[in-house]
């Protein structure tokens, strides 16, 4: 079946270390995205990528960085500049650009950093 | 720059009782407007969407919704309430622009009484 895998499902970490998140579709779809989710705040567009070797910073760009070298996986670096890291991530994409074309999820990485 | 405003953080309603979950969306132009749902500790899921045409428009699971563009409001209803309906709920807009973003909703959690 196909989909979009996200792992781990849960991460833990000591501050001030890099961890990757990990986000593989094999939908073929062209465009991928990461969200961070907090209680209360929806989701707000970390990067994303509509074809691979390029990526654009979304809202929240900082303390984060990605890489796009395949089609199939956009992984999500928190660096230790993320002043907050603890949160639910979640990693999405979609066929084609345009915003008609509607996201599809993965299962989501929680992080908690202490 | 769109907004969405989902002004119910938190619902709770009877098992068979009708829904109704607000949607406020601030965009000049005609939205493409959608809504999501989300399993506790999982992705989210679309339930439907609306681009054009008919402004009551029909989703998975027994859900619609009527975009009313006087009102810039694009709510959420159910005719009967099921237990496993209890989730989360996210509206998002996106720009009719290829390339531009959804924007998301603060979302509202629905809990279902028996």
């Known amino acids: 079946d196909g989909g979009i895998t996200q792992s781990p499902k849960y991460l833990f970490r000591k501050e001030g270390q890099n961890v990757t998140l990990s986000c593989e579709q094999n939908?073929?779809?062209?465009?991928m995205y990461w969200y961070r989710q907090d209680p209360g705040q929806g989701l707000r567009l970390i990067y994303y990528s509509q074809i691979v070797n390029d990526f654009q910073k979304g809202d929240i760009a900082e303390g984060y960085s990605v890489s796009r070298e395949k089609k199939e996986s956009f992984p999500l670096t928190v660096t230790s500049a993320q002043k907050n890291p603890t949160a639910f991530y979640l990693c999405a994409s979609r066929v084609g650009q345009g915003v008609n074309s509607p996201l599809h999820f993965g299962n989501g990485t929680r992080l908690t950093v202490t | 720059a769109q907004s969405v405003t989902q002004p119910d953080i938190h619902i709770t309603v009877s098992e068979g009782a009708s829904l109704e979950l607000r949607c406020n969306y601030s965009y000049g132009a005609t939205p493409y407007l959608f809504w999501y749902v989300q399993s506790p500790g999982q992705g989210l899921q679309l339930l439907l969407k609306?681009?054009?045409?008919?402004?009551l428009v029909q989703g998975i699971k027994g859900f619609e919704a009527e975009f009313k563009r006087s009102q810039s409001s694009f709510n959420l209803r159910k005719p009967s309430v099921h237990w496993s309906d209890a989730a989360e709920y996210f509206c998002?807009?996106?720009?009719?622009?290829?390339?531009?973003?959804?924007?998301f909703g603060g979302g509202t959690r629905l809990m279902v009484k028996p």
């Open positions: 609306y681009f054009s045409g008919d402004t």
């Open positions: 998002a807009v996106g720009e009719g622009n290829a390339g531009n973003m959804l924007t």
């Open positions: 939908l073929n779809h062209d465009a």
